[in-house]
């Protein structure tokens, strides 16, 4: 099956433990991006990639980091510098210069 | 900076056609997306409008106007799957996306 894979669904830490979240992609799409999305709100971008060790910041990048180690996995730390973790990620990839993005089905992290 | 626009919630009933309108401010993009996100799920792509004019695909038609910094999705025969929330979403220069805030459609019987 061709498709994005965010593991786990749901995700719960403690105040001050950095957390990773994973994104494996099999669609060999270039691009891929991490959203953070809060209860009514629009996506905001955190990061994005559009190739192999390469990666930008996006609109909310301050306490998280990414890695690009290869084109079928981008993943994200939530680091204890970021002082409202709780939210909905969502990671998505795209094609090169394309218009659609393809969403993975999305980790809910809580931060107790 | 880039910035979107829409409305927060829009109602209708079932069979009826609704209208989400999408205003931006941006010094450059390629063209305006529209995504569905049903609730606890994943944003899924609609449509998308590179040029100016109307894309039509099935039930959903998406609308772009370049000069009047504008565009908007229009929904026909409202069924009530078609209950989620609304993105529309510029692809930028720097090859990445703006969301707009979404908006809520409520379909009711």
């Known amino acids: 099956d061709g498709g994005i894979t965010q593991s786990p669904k749901y995700l719960f830490r403690k105040e001050g433990q950095n957390v990773t979240l994973s994104c494996e992609q099999n669609?060999?799409?270039?691009?891929m991006y991490w959203y953070r999305q809060d209860p009514g709100q629009g996506l905001r971008l955190i990061y994005y990639?559009?190739?192999?060790?390469?990666?930008q910041k996006g609109d909310i990048a301050e306490g998280y980091s990414v890695s690009r180690e290869k084109k079928e996995s981008f993943p994200l730390t939530v680091t204890s510098a970021q002082k409202n973790p709780t939210a909905f990620y969502l990671c998505?990839?795209?094609?090169?210069?394309?218009?659609?993005?393809?969403f993975g089905p999305g980790t809910r992290l809580t931060v107790l | 900076g880039q910035s979107l626009e829409q409305p927060s919630e829009v109602t209708a009933v079932e069979g009826a056609i609704v209208q989400i309108n999408c205003t931006y401010q941006?010094?450059?993009?390629?063209?305006l997306s529209w995504y569905q996100q049903h609730d606890g799920g994943a944003p899924t792509f609609l449509s998308y409008?590179?040029?100016?004019g109307l894309e039509e695909t099935g039930r959903f038609s998406s609308f772009l106007s370049r000069s009047d910094s504008y565009g908007y999705l229009l929904l026909q025969e409202l069924q009530m799957k078609d209950s989620a929330s609304y993105f529309c979403a510029v692809l930028n220069y720097g090859q990445n996306f703006v969301f707009g805030p979404g908006t809520r459609l409520s379909v009711l019987p």
């Open positions: 998505a990839t795209a094609l090169a210069g394309d218009n659609e993005q393809f």
């Open positions: 409008n590179g040029l100016d």
């Open positions: 941006t010094s450059g993009f390629y063209g």
């Open positions: 990639s559009q190739i192999v060790n390469d990666f």
């Open positions: 669609l060999n799409h270039d691009a």
